[in-house]
């Protein structure tokens, strides 16, 4: 990333040295120091900075909760699977208690 502040500050650096704003209202030139181009450049690069930041903080916060509905529907998929099992087995002793209830013979 300083590379890329250098850059930018070399490429406004040579355009401020090779023309002059002119401030048409009151028709005096006005000409931003070096040192005040250089640190208003610096701030608007940090705010970029920190909304990029913001926004890959959002971005690993979005993945983390992706990983973590994952996990719960993992789990939610083994209860599901264990309930069912469980009560395919209720059936079966229900079924077997009411047909010695009906056939007392079969026990």
Known sequence: MKLTY?????????????AKSVNYQNSKETILSQSELIEALRKVLREKEEKVENAEEISRWFEKMTELMSIVSQIDKFLNQRAKKLAESLVVLVDDDKSKEINPSVI
């Not at 250098?6 to 090779?18: G, P, R």
């Open 6 to 18: 250098d850059l930018v500050l070399c490429a406004f650096l040579l355009i401020l040295n090779s």
